[in-house]
């Protein structure tokens, strides 16, 4: 009879399946920045919308067919539009390129908008569109 090595999981049985975990719709609403909240709302009643946790602690990121599209980060939207969009967003002084690492590498599909620069929830409408419908 073979046995499983150590640390290895047993085998399951044939025929029965894994329970998959469900994702969480939202976080708790003191987890979100508040400047955030109205985006999260805003897609409240999407099925395919959920929001929750990412890239570093206490940051809120949307996501749709698991893919991010919003996110704030230090108090500031970031989302991901065309690299065309984006192109515009930054030279017309709307936001800036998203450099995650903070060394310059830019990346080019993604926009910084701070606090009052844009209106978020069109921002994160146009980012939901862009990446749900190349998702």
């Given at each position: 009879m073979n046995k499983p090595k150590s640390g290895s999981k047993p085998?399951?049985?044939a025929g029965t399946k894994k329970a998959a975990k469900k994702p969480a719709k939202t976080q708790a609403a003191a987890a979100i920045d508040?400047?955030?909240?109205?985006?999260?709302?805003a897609f409240a009643r999407n099925r395919q919308v959920v929001a929750g946790s990412g890239?570093?602690?206490?940051n809120t990121v949307l996501k749709v067919k698991g893919k991010i599209f919003a996110m704030v980060i230090r108090g500031e939207l970031v989302v991901?539009?065309?690299?065309?969009?984006?192109?515009?967003?930054?030279d017309d002084g709307t936001g800036g390129y998203f450099d995650p690492r903070r060394d310059g590498r830019l990346m080019?599909?993604?926009?910084v908008v701070a606090p009052g620069?844009?209106?978020?929830?069109?921002?994160?409408k146009e980012a939901h569109r862009f990446v749900g419908?190349?998702?």
């Open positions: 085998a399951r049985k508040p400047s955030f909240v109205p985006v999260v709302e890239w570093g602690a206490g991901k539009v065309s690299k065309a969009r984006a192109a515009e967003l930054v080019k599909e993604w926009v620069r844009a209106d978020w929830i069109s921002l994160a419908e190349n998702a």
